[in-house]
């Protein structure tokens, strides 16, 4: 249930909130558009108003703080702010737990996978208000600092806030409006408003309806009348405080603007079906008790002591506390586990009964009778002794059979008897104590007023169920004096919230006499209503703790009410559902039945309700933390960024999937950058506002290619998985409502750079005008730092949380390999020489090596090893390991020895070693690779050639080196002319690529335009990587290859569009882009555009071939039509449906007269039409007549069957597919009739 804070409220004090009119909201617009029926407004477009008058008081506060901090007027006292953020902290935190309590649950119920999501952001909310208020309640001095990092965490908060109530208006909401009938939603939000806490609501509703504009206002009221029960007490008391109507602590903003709707409106209060009655606000001055006209004397009847109520609640307690600790005995004798749900009931209701006691002595009496007296301890205490016992309980009943019964007998007892004696010690404290001290200091009246006060705590339905409960324990002049206190205490205003909780008291009551005629001298519900003909004849209070078959019929709403509402929830039914079913058990003691005699008043209904899960216990125990704990830590630590995912992974097993997760450590390092260096943008360094508008730019781009890996690979593959659905659909709303904080961080950073250039240039006259509005915009990017850093840690904190688990629990290695691969497949060369160096530098060497050696794993089929350590000097040394020689045939004999050096202990000489083997030590290490069986085939194969021709091939490596040393003496030998791709444009470049300079051989020093032209007048291959020099071709120097031109006179004249510093490659035409995993130059736009890398196949595809057959390493092979390496070729290659691979342009000749792989004989597309005319040849075609009866024996090549066909000397049909495909293994000589047989 929805609890308050003690430290929240003042007794008696005001609290000041934002007034006025707001844009109306449109419910039929964009996400809200499903609110709206046909007929009428959906009951959950109450919500929507509540989200407006929440963020109005945010931006309020926020506006209000900024005004404090820039030295503006308007910001108000610090008094006045903390009192309106106490205000919102309570409000907001009673309409999360509601939400928690009724709402999630329900959902939850028919759409699984939504409402846990939003119960965490609910904690993370409370972290924010708890760290805000931390600074509020420090001593805050006027320096602009405290002021500025006041509006930068409420900036903070308000981004938080608002973003959880859009997701939920376009996730939540709709599900709500689609998955429950217009009666089902009624019920769920009257369910919500009864779990908020009495005193509350009469703020809540009155601070609404100010909050709305008149329009909005009236549709509120419209589907009010649709949520509440049509009984005329509840909508007096529900509507009482909507228009207004004062209680204590009300606050008078609040009542103003009430009282002036009230008289603007017009309309009056439907307190029936039928008719209206007039304005809350007026008729609770005519509606009053008529307590003076009964003529009672209260001054002869009351007690002098009503703070000794006190200990009538410290029995009951003490006696249901005794029961339960009995009852657990009862169940270790009797060893009987098989339904403990009666004794969990029991324990859930006493538990909400001593909570919510706990937190009405801290909030309203301890406060009044001793500012420093305070229980708050033992009262938390408590609250976690019975959230532990209900544990163990909750583990009873799943463990079942495989429990072991002595253990579990003996802590039962053993948790009974402890909160037994705790509580015990708890209350005679508390009876020594305070009650002394407030029967000294308070008159009789103040005492009243506290008792009364402490009860509004408790929310409606809790109330509906505990009166009775408590009545019951008591004597009848307890009882009597108990309510006769109630009575005299309550404001005038409460008439008929008063009478409501008299005739839920006198349902503790078995017998016929009404206990407030008695308490006050006549029955208050008769009292107030006059007659009973105004409302729905009710039958008796107390009868409604019967059953539903035992009511009687007069009870039942009419039938057009029963068309529109088949859920009765306000049709004089009290104590129902798990707790108040308890209640009506040990009140009633037998099922006798009570006559209709005593307090007619109307039961909520909600206790009935079986659209949710109660989980008030859990609910109140958490708003006690919050309340009274100060600054709880989660371990996202929004304000302190020192988590350690190390720590969370502790006793589980290393995941692939858990090192992608490494990014949120470095994406929180980053964050926490943003949010402590936004604070020097005051300064006006520019030099600093470059810099710091560098790291943000470098955090922006590598969190959107995470998100984007997220949004595309992981949350598709977890909502793959049938019982995970909806899972990710709250965190893809986090990522654009992320995108869009980042935007907005960027203009605000352009912005303020150009105020800085303008104080540069500004006259005197302006520059303080220019200067304030400087202020103004760093203290409004400060905040929106904060913003950023909060809500992002908040979403990765609640991915690690929530989704982490899941891929344990569903996914196995091989499958989380393949998802890490998936997002390293579609990453960019570009992205990655950013994010890893970032990353790492944000991680332990341990968590490094592990992070390393998860991507190798992954990509373990090629180069990214090759690649990595090319341009990386900080690649771990423990996870460095040598490419697999496979892995090198793309690059050459020149690289051999760089790729396979430590690759294994198998022999791996170098070039330099050759000269110094003779022959037979040669041979011998020939015949110890050859019987290597640990060595792959196609590796050895490489080896023993390599080995067999490697005097030839060194003879070869040394020459050229050779001449090149030869030809180094004078530049005039290298042809240092430019060449040209269009010689009358004088365009520059070659037949094979636009580019403007010459690439120096490395091999023969000679200079040449690309590597196509050096082999192709060469007898050897250029190693292109090798390249270290390069010439202008302008100015025709020779210098460090690079992207551009060196040379003064040039003036950076680029050398192509393109460059690759890897590949040594250069194009000033096409689109190219670096894959890190083929370690090549390819055409296209670049991985995760246009096309992604497969793992498996180790070839670059198109993303519309995303759901491709693998093969792997399926590129590494010849073209098998033209024999060329189709890994490394710069010709476009075609992917057949069974696998395999050749050039387009092979394809294209291959085709015009085949249709079969030329490797694996597969039709190499669909034939269909093709079959279908060899259908229509065959038919009209007649075979001699020793050949028609004759039967062949074939096997299909499509789908490996075997069959029999009837004979013909060139087209054979499968009898199964209808393929031509096949070929025959077996002619029949003997005639007959074919008949195709499955082998």
Same mark, same amino acid.
């Given at each position: 249930?929805?609890?308050?804070?003690?430290?929240?409220?003042?007794?008696?004090?005001?609290?000041?909130?934002?007034?006025?009119?707001?844009?109306?909201?449109?419910?039929?617009?964009?996400?809200?558009?499903?609110?709206?029926?046909?007929?009428?407004?959906?009951p959950i477009l109450i919500f929507l108003f509540f989200h407006k008058a929440i963020r109005a008081e945010l931006d309020a506060l926020h506006r209000a703080a900024v005004a404090r901090a820039?030295?503006?007027?308007?910001?108000?006292?610090?008094? =006045?702010?903390?009192?309106?953020?106490?205000?919102?902290?309570?409000?907001?935190?009673?309409?999360?737990?509601?939400?928690?309590?009724?709402?999630?649950?329900?959902?939850?119920?028919?759409?699984?996978?939504?409402?846990?999501?939003?119960?965490?952001?609910?904690?993370?909310?409370?972290?924010?208000?708890?760290?805000?208020?931390?600074?509020?309640?420090?001593?805050?001095?006027?320096?602009?600092?405290?002021?500025?990092?006041?509006?930068?965490?409420?900036?903070?908060?308000?981004?938080?806030?608002?973003?959880?109530?859009?997701?939920?208006?376009?996730?939540?909401?709709?599900?709500?409006?689609?998955?429950?009938?217009?009666?089902?939603?009624?019920?769920?939000?009257?369910?919500?408003?009864?779990?908020?806490?009495?005193?509350?609501?009469?703020?809540?509703?009155?601070?609404?309806?100010?909050?709305?504009?008149?329009?909005?206002?009236?549709?509120?009221?419209?589907?009010?009348?649709?949520?509440?029960?049509?009984?005329?007490?509840?909508?007096?008391?529900?509507?009482?405080?909507?228009?207004?109507?004062?209680?204590?602590?009300?606050?008078?903003?609040?009542?103003?603007?009430?009282?002036?709707?009230?008289?603007?409106? +017009?309309?009056?209060?439907?307190?029936?079906?039928?008719?209206?009655?007039?304005?809350?606000?007026?008729?609770?001055?005519?509606?009053?008790?008529?307590?003076?006209?009964?003529?009672?004397?209260?001054?002869?009847?009351?007690?002098?002591?009503?703070?000794?109520?006190?200990?009538?609640?410290?029995?009951?307690?003490?006696?249901?506390?005794?029961?339960?600790?009995?009852?657990?005995?009862?169940?270790?004798?009797?060893?009987?586990?098989?339904?403990?749900?009666?004794?969990?009931?029991?324990?859930?209701?006493?538990?909400?009964?001593?909570?919510?006691?706990?937190?009405?002595?801290?909030?309203?009496?301890?406060?009044?009778?001793?500012?420093?007296?305070?229980?708050?301890?033992?009262?938390?205490?408590?609250?976690?002794?019975?959230?532990?016992?209900?544990?163990?309980?909750?583990?009873?009943?799943?463990?079942?059979?495989?429990?072991?019964?002595?253990?579990?007998?003996?802590?039962l007892c053993l948790h009974a008897d402890h909160i037994m004696d705790s509580i015990q010690k708890h209350f005679h404290n508390e009876e020594s104590q305070v009650i002394p001290l407030a029967?000294?200091?308070?008159?009789?009246?103040?005492?009243?007023?506290?008792?009364?006060?402490?009860?509004?705590?408790?929310?409606?339905?809790?109330?509906?169920?505990?009166?009775?409960?408590?009545?019951?324990?008591?004597?009848?002049?307890?009882?009597?004096?108990?309510?006769?206190?109630?009575?005299?205490?309550?404001?005038?205003?409460?008439?008929?919230?008063?009478?409501?909780?008299?005739?839920?008291?006198?349902?503790?009551?078995?017998?016929?006499?009404?206990?407030?005629?008695?308490?006050? +001298?006549?029955?208050?519900?008769?009292?107030?209503?006059?007659?009973?003909?105004?409302?729905?004849?009710?039958?008796?209070?107390?009868?409604?703790?019967?059953?539903?078959?035992?009511?009687?019929?007069?009870?039942?709403?009419?039938?057009?009410?029963?068309?529109?509402?088949?859920?009765?929830?306000?049709?004089?039914?009290?104590?129902?559902?798990?707790?108040?079913?308890?209640?009506?058990?040990?009140?009633?003691?037998?099922?006798?039945?009570?006559?209709?005699?005593?307090?007619?008043?109307?039961?909520?209904?909600?206790?009935?309700?079986?659209?949710?899960? =109660?989980?008030?216990?859990?609910?109140?125990?958490?708003?006690?933390?919050?309340?009274?704990?100060?600054?709880?830590?989660?371990?996202?630590?929004?304000?302190?960024?020192?988590?350690?995912?190390?720590?969370?992974?502790?006793?589980?097993?290393?995941?692939?999937?858990?090192?992608?997760?490494?990014?949120?450590?470095?994406?929180?390092?980053?964050?926490?950058?943003?949010?402590?260096?936004?604070?020097?943008?005051?300064?006006?360094?520019?030099?600093?506002?470059?810099?710091?508008?560098?790291?943000?730019?470098?955090?922006?781009?590598?969190?959107?290619?995470?998100?984007?890996?997220?949004?595309?690979?992981?949350?598709?593959?977890?909502?793959?998985?049938?019982?995970?659905?909806?899972?990710?659909?709250?965190?893809?709303?986090?990522?654009?409502?992320?995108?869009?904080?980042?935007?907005?961080?960027?203009?605000?950073?352009?912005?303020?750079?150009?105020?800085?250039?303008?104080?540069?240039?500004?006259?005197?006259?302006?520059?303080?005008?220019?200067?304030?509005?400087?202020?103004?915009?760093?203290?409004?990017?400060?905040?929106?730092?904060?913003?950023?850093?909060?809500?992002?840690?908040?979403?990765?904190?609640?991915?690690?949380?929530?989704?982490?688990?899941?891929?344990?629990?569903?996914?196995?290695?091989?499958?989380?390999?393949?998802?890490?691969?998936?997002?390293?497949?579609?990453?960019?060369?570009?992205?990655?020489?950013?994010?890893?160096?970032?990353?790492?530098?944000?991680?332990?060497?341990?968590?490094?090596?592990?992070?390393?050696?998860?991507?190798?794993?992954?990509?373990?089929?090629?180069?990214?090893?090759?690649?990595?350590?090319?341009?990386?000097?900080?690649?771990?040394?423990?996870?460095?390991?040598?490419?697999?020689?496979?892995?090198?045939?793309?690059?050459?004999?020149?690289?051999?020895?760089?790729?396979?050096?430590?690759?294994?202990?198998?022999?791996?000489?170098?070039?330099?070693?050759?000269?110094?083997?003779?022959?037979?030590?040669?041979?011998?290490?020939?015949?110890?690779?050859?019987?290597?069986?640990?060595?792959?085939?196609?590796?050895?194969?490489?080896?023993?050639?390599?080995?067999?021709?490697?005097?030839?091939?060194?003879?070869?490596?040394?020459?050229?080196?050779?001449?090149?040393?030869?030809? =180094?003496?004078?530049?005039?030998?290298?042809?240092?002319?430019?060449?040209?791709?269009?010689?009358?444009?004088?365009?520059?470049?070659?037949?094979?690529?636009?580019?403007?300079?010459?690439?120096?051989?490395?091999?023969?020093?000679?200079?040449?335009?690309?590597?196509?032209?050096?082999?192709?007048?060469?007898?050897?291959?250029?190693?292109?990587?090798?390249?270290?020099?390069?010439?202008?071709?302008?100015?025709?120097?020779?210098?460090?290859?690079?992207?551009?031109?060196?040379?003064?006179?040039?003036?950076?004249?680029?050398?192509?569009?393109?460059y690759c510093g890897i590949c040594k490659f250069f194009d000033d035409e096409r689109t190219v882009y670096h894959c890190p995993f083929c370690n090549l130059c390819r055409l296209g736009s670049?991985?995760?555009?246009?096309?992604?890398?497969?793992?498996?196949?180790?070839?670059?595809?198109?993303?519309?071939?995303?759901?491709?057959?693998?093969?792997?390493?399926?590129?590494?092979?010849?073209?098998?039509?033209?024999?060329?390496?189709?890994?490394?070729?710069?010709?476009?290659?075609?992917?057949?449906?069974?696998?395999?691979?050749?050039?387009?342009?092979?394809?294209?000749?291959?085709?015009?007269?085949?249709?079969?792989?030329?490797?694996?004989?597969?039709?190499?597309?669909?034939?269909?039409?093709?079959?279908?005319?060899?259908?229509?040849?065959?038919?009209?075609?007649?075979?001699?007549?020793?050949?028609?009866?004759?039967?062949?024996?074939?096997?299909?090549?499509?789908?490996?069957?075997?069959?029999?066909?009837?004979?013909?000397?060139?087209?054979?049909?499968?009898?199964?597919?209808?393929?031509?495909?096949?070929?025959?293994?077996?002619?029949?000589?003997?005639?007959?009739?074919?008949?195709?047989?499955?082998?």
């Amino acid at each position: 249930m929805a609890t308050p804070f003690s430290s929240l409220e003042t007794a008696g004090g005001c609290v000041a909130v934002m007034a006025g009119p707001l844009n109306p909201i449109d419910p039929s617009t964009s996400s809200k558009s499903c609110l709206k029926n046909s007929d009428c407004k959906s009951p959950i477009l109450i919500f929507l108003f509540f989200h407006k008058a929440i963020r109005a008081e945010l931006d309020a506060l926020h506006r209000a703080a900024v005004a404090r901090a820039t030295n503006r007027d308007g910001g108000g006292d610090v008094s =006045s702010l903390l009192q309106r953020y106490h205000f919102l902290r309570t409000i907001y935190k009673h309409h999360c737990n509601a939400e928690d309590e009724v709402i999630f649950p329900a959902l939850d119920i028919v759409v699984k996978n939504v409402a846990h999501t939003y119960f965490l952001e609910h904690e993370g909310e409370s972290v924010l208000f708890d760290q805000l208020f931390e600074l509020l309640n420090s001593k805050m001095e006027d320096e602009e600092s405290c002021w500025r990092e006041l509006a930068s965490r409420t900036r903070a908060l308000q981004t938080s806030i608002s973003q959880h109530m859009s997701k939920e208006e376009e996730q939540v909401f709709p599900l709500l409006a689609e998955k429950f009938t217009f009666e089902e939603q009624a019920s769920l939000v009257w369910q919500f408003l009864c779990s908020i806490p009495v005193d509350m609501m009469a703020e809540f509703l009155p601070w609404l309806s100010s909050s709305i504009s008149s329009e909005e206002h009236q549709d509120m009221r419209k589907c009010l009348c649709k949520i509440v029960p049509k009984e005329k007490l509840l909508r007096q008391v529900i509507f009482g405080w909507m228009e207004g109507v004062k209680m204590p602590g009300t606050c008078k903003n609040c009542k103003d603007n009430s009282k002036d709707r009230c008289q603007t409106s +017009g309309s009056s209060i439907l307190i029936s079906q039928t008719e209206e009655g007039p304005c809350a606000c007026v008729s609770s001055k005519a509606g009053k008790r008529k307590q003076v006209e009964i003529g009672y004397d209260h001054a002869n009847s009351a007690v002098s002591c009503p703070i000794d109520e006190i200990l009538l609640w410290h029995n009951a307690i003490r006696q249901e506390l005794n029961d339960i600790a009995e009852a657990a005995r009862k169940i270790q004798l009797a060893g009987d586990f098989s339904d403990l749900s009666e004794f969990n009931k029991r324990l859930q209701f006493i538990a909400e009964v001593c909570i919510f006691h706990g937190i009405a002595e801290d909030k309203v009496v301890f406060p009044a009778v001793d500012a420093e007296l305070s229980f708050a301890q033992e009262h938390a205490e408590e609250v976690i002794q019975f959230n532990n016992l209900r544990c163990l309980i909750e583990s009873i009943q799943s463990s079942g059979a495989n429990s072991s019964s002595a253990q579990f007998y003996e802590e039962l007892c053993l948790h009974a008897d402890h909160i037994m004696d705790s509580i015990q010690k708890h209350f005679h404290n508390e009876e020594s104590q305070v009650i002394p001290l407030a029967r000294r200091h308070f008159s009789p009246q103040r005492q009243r007023e506290l008792m009364y006060q402490s009860l509004l705590v408790m929310p409606l339905k809790l109330i509906e169920c505990v009166l009775p409960w408590l009545v019951g324990t008591l004597s009848e002049e307890e009882a009597r004096l108990f309510l006769q206190n109630m009575q005299l205490a309550a404001p005038l205003s409460d008439s008929a919230l008063v009478t409501l909780f008299s005739g839920w008291a006198c349902k503790g009551r078995s017998t016929d006499v009404c206990l407030s005629s008695i308490a006050i +001298g006549s029955c208050p519900a008769r009292a107030l209503n006059g007659t009973q003909k105004d409302i729905i004849k009710p039958s008796c209070a107390c009868t409604s703790l019967c059953s539903a078959e035992e009511r009687p019929a007069a009870v039942q709403e009419d039938e057009a009410d029963n068309s529109r509402r088949p859920f009765k929830r306000g049709n004089l039914v009290s104590c129902e559902g798990s707790d108040a079913t308890y209640c009506t058990r040990k009140l009633n003691g037998d099922k006798s039945s009570f006559s209709n005699q005593s307090c007619c008043v109307p039961g909520l209904g909600v206790n009935a309700s079986n659209l949710g899960v =109660s989980n008030s216990l859990a609910a109140s125990k958490s708003l006690r933390s919050l309340a009274f704990n100060p600054a709880p830590s989660l371990n996202s630590s929004l304000f302190s960024w020192e988590t350690d995912l190390s720590s969370a992974e502790n006793g589980f097993v290393s995941r692939p999937i858990d090192n992608i997760f490494k990014f949120h450590k470095a994406i929180r390092k980053d964050l926490e950058y943003l949010d402590v260096e936004s604070g020097k943008l005051n300064d006006c360094n520019e030099s600093f506002i470059r810099q710091f508008t560098g790291r943000f730019r470098l955090l922006w781009g590598l969190y959107k290619a995470h998100s984007n890996a997220e949004d595309d690979i992981v949350f598709p593959a977890l909502e793959s998985k049938e019982t995970l659905h909806n899972v990710s659909h709250s965190y893809t709303l986090d990522h654009k409502q992320e995108e869009r904080l980042f935007e907005d961080i960027s203009s605000a950073l352009s912005e303020l750079t150009q105020l800085h250039a303008c104080l540069n240039t500004t006259n005197v006259s302006h520059i303080s005008d220019t200067m304030r509005k400087y202020n103004e915009k760093a203290t409004k990017l400060q905040g929106m730092c904060k913003s950023i850093r909060v809500t992002l840690d908040q979403h990765v904190y609640r991915e690690e949380l929530e989704l982490w688990p899941l891929f344990d629990r569903h996914f196995s290695v091989e499958e989380q390999d393949r998802i890490v691969g998936q997002i390293i497949g579609t990453t960019g060369a570009e992205v990655l020489q950013s994010m890893l160096p970032w990353v790492t530098s944000a991680l332990t060497q341990e968590e490094q090596n592990k992070m390393m050696d998860t991507w190798k794993q992954a990509t373990k089929n090629t180069m990214f090893t090759e690649w990595l350590n090319e341009w990386w000097e900080g690649t771990p040394t423990s996870s460095v390991h040598a490419t697999t020689s496979e892995s090198c045939i793309s690059l050459g004999t020149d690289d051999i020895h760089d790729s396979i050096d430590h690759s294994d202990k198998t022999f791996k000489p170098g070039w330099k070693d050759i000269f110094r083997m003779n022959q037979n030590e040669l041979e011998g290490e020939i015949r110890k690779v050859s019987r290597d069986s640990t060595l792959d085939p196609r590796r050895k194969a490489y080896l023993l050639q390599n080995l067999m021709t490697s005097r030839w091939i060194a003879a070869q490596q040394k020459s050229p080196q050779a001449r090149t040393d030869e030809g =180094s003496s004078g530049e005039d030998l290298l042809e240092c002319v430019p060449s040209f791709r269009d010689p009358e444009k004088e365009v520059f470049g070659c037949e094979h690529y636009k580019r403007n300079c010459k690439l120096r051989a490395a091999c023969c020093g000679k200079l040449y335009t690309c590597r196509f032209c050096h082999d192709k007048v060469s007898d050897h291959s250029m190693d292109r990587k090798a390249t270290a020099e390069m010439m202008c071709m302008r100015c025709l120097k020779i210098q460090p290859v690079g992207r551009i031109c060196t040379t003064p006179s040039c003036g950076g004249f680029s050398m192509a569009k393109y460059y690759c510093g890897i590949c040594k490659f250069f194009d000033d035409e096409r689109t190219v882009y670096h894959c890190p995993f083929c370690n090549l130059c390819r055409l296209g736009s670049g991985l995760g555009v246009d096309f992604f890398h497969c793992m498996k196949c180790n070839c670059c595809l198109a993303m519309k071939l995303a759901d491709h057959q693998c093969r792997e390493k399926g590129l590494e092979a010849n073209c098998p039509i033209c024999c060329d390496f189709l890994f490394t070729s710069n010709e476009s290659v075609r992917a057949l449906p069974c696998g395999h691979f050749m050039h387009s342009a092979c394809f294209q000749a291959y085709t015009c007269s085949h249709y079969i792989c030329p490797i694996c004989c597969k039709s190499l597309g669909d034939m269909t039409v093709y079959f279908g005319m060899l259908d229509a040849l065959l038919a009209s075609e007649v075979l001699p007549e020793e050949y028609r009866d004759r039967c062949q024996d074939i096997l299909c090549n499509d789908c490996d069957k075997k069959g029999t066909a009837p004979f013909h000397w060139l087209y054979h049909k499968c009898g199964f597919c209808g393929s031509y495909n096949t070929r025959v293994i077996k002619v029949d000589s003997v005639t007959g009739n074919c008949s195709t047989s499955n082998q």
